[in-house]
């Protein structure tokens, strides 16, 4: 299993290019599952759970030229229905066959995915969802079993949770209602930019979906689905992480196809903080703008709250507390949308830092220099906010497990080392240590 060798204490400078959104890209490839046309979806990202949901949909019946990049997609086999426990158990993100399946092929059986790193992870509003749209599920032998012999039927439908909308949820009712005969309403529906592409995506392909970006959706079916072609939006988290990366190390990044226009939330905490983010270039169209990071000598503690876009992500809250760390001060975090995602905490307090959690809340005594050790990743983000420390600590850290990381960053080490960061990635070829899982955990 593969390890990063950190030396810190690099200033970053320098220039890099966001690569393609992961989360916008799951789902997208999943509506390859609706039609019969061929979708073509550009701007890709290279990562593992790209592949993973590539293989999903290959024992789905689905043809596909190219892994990442440009891919193409197209149904040759429209008799497959089952999501095998094999493949779902290495990504949560599988769960986004279960809307186009039931729409396209009126029956899917899915593994049900278990809990993840940081969490129990329901998908009631998922089963709600198609159960509204007049879908039957039942559960056997640990797979959901979803039919819907007569096709679906549209309504309306409200996805709001005790921790507030849901993405996939709303992704896979969203692309189901596509198909289904009549009008669907969603209401709480989520409004990340990652369901707007989705929505995107689906028009083109010849879906009548109003209001996406907003908590109500109109959805009006349609008999067919066609063709399409489609370039996946930049990552927010990749680029608010590499941000992130710029101010821990006091550095000069400027960043392409940053997407600062879905990213308020965490432009407004950067600014608190003493983060500059300033748009050099792509005035025009700011979900593809060249953004410089700057920041200030003396970092000042902040409050931050993960909540549904537009609020701050919770996919960069480990990343943020890292930042907090270094600022002179008290901080608070709170996550409203995970509230046992702290993996990370324990890791960072072995490198020094001062973090008192209580629940869902942490305070961040800031201002204590961070000191290089070896750390433990647990799951994607927190694996991040790891190296992030590490970039900045005295000495060496040894991030351990980062397979986590390339599930959701392309080589993130080659990226940072662009920019002037000294990581190595140390191979581990004669298989995993004891005690080690063989298997990558499945929090995306
Ligand atoms: N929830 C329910 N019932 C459901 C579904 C969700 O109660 O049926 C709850 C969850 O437990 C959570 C909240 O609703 O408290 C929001 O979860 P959501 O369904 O929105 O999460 P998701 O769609 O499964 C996506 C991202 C996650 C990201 C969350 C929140 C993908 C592939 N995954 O997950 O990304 O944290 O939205 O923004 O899009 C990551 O990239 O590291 C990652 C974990």
Redesign the pocket.
């Known amino acids: 299993m593969d390890s990063f060798r950190i030396q810190g204490g690099r200033r970053l400078a320098g220039r890099i290019q966001i690569e393609g959104s992961?989360?916008a890209a799951?789902p997208l490839m999943a509506a390859a599952l609706c039609t019969d046309g061929e979708l073509t979806l550009r701007n890709v990202p290279c990562l593992s759970d790209i592949s993973n949901m590539g293989r999903l949909l290959r024992t789905l019946g689905v043809e596909m030229d190219g892994d990442c990049g440009t891919v193409r997609m197209r149904v040759a086999d429209p008799n497959q229905v089952h999501a095998h426990y094999d493949i779902v158990k290495t990504m949560?993100?599988s769960i986004c066959v279960l809307g186009p399946m039931l729409a396209r092929r009126r029956r899917v059986s899915i593994a049900m995915p278990g809990g993840c790193a940081f969490?129990?992870?329901?998908?009631?509003?998922?089963?709600r969802g198609m159960q509204a749209l007049g879908a039957k599920i039942e559960l056997n032998g640990g797979d959901i079993i979803a039919t819907a012999p007569e096709g679906l039927k549209g309504a309306t439908i409200f996805l709001g949770?005790?921790?507030?909308?849901?993405?996939?949820?709303t992704a896979n009712v969203m692309t189901a209602a596509t198909l289904a005969k009549g009008r669907t309403v969603i209401e709480c529906a989520?409004c990340?930019p990652?369901v707007v592409d989705l929505a995107l995506l689906l028009n083109k392909m010849g879906a009548r979906i109003q209001g996406a970006g907003g908590p109500r959706l109109v959805i009006d079916g349609v008999e067919s689905l066609g063709s399409a072609d489609h370039t996946v939006i930049p990552d927010r988290?990749v680029a608010g992480t590499y941000a992130v990366a710029a101010a821990v190390t006091n550095g000069d990044v400027t960043l392409e196809e940053f997407p600062i226009d879905c990213m308020m939330s965490v432009v407004d905490r950067f600014n608190e903080i003493g983060v500059h983010l300033q748009v050099v270039d792509g005035f025009d169209d700011l979900m593809h703008a060249t953004v410089r990071v700057t920041s200030d000598r003396t970092l000042r503690p902040t409050t931050i709250t993960t909540q549904?876009h537009p609020g701050f992500?919770?996919?960069l809250q480990a990343q943020f507390m890292t930042l907090l760390c270094l600022a002179n001060g008290n901080s608070i975090i709170t996550e409203k949308?995970?509230p046992e995602r702290f993996m990370h905490v324990a890791e960072l307090a072995r490198m020094g830092a001062e973090i008192h959690r209580q629940g869902p809340t942490c305070v961040i005594s800031g201002g204590a220099p961070l000191k290089g050790a070896p750390v433990m990743a647990s799951?994607?983000?927190a694996s991040a906010s790891l190296v992030l420390a590490g970039l900045v600590a005295e000495g060496t850290t040894e991030v351990s497990r980062i397979y986590h990381l390339d599930r959701?960053y392309t080589r993130m080490e080659e990226q940072l080392n662009v920019l002037g960061a000294s990581i190595e990635r140390v191979r581990q070829t004669a298989g995993s240590p004891a005690g080690e899982p063989a298997m990558a955990s499945s929090?995306?």
């Open positions: 992961k989360n799951l949560r993100a969490g129990s992870r329901p998908i009631d509003l998922h089963l949770g005790p921790n507030g909308s849901t993405v996939l949820g989520a990340e990652e988290i549904p992500p919770t996919d949308i995970y799951d994607l983000r959701g929090e995306g």
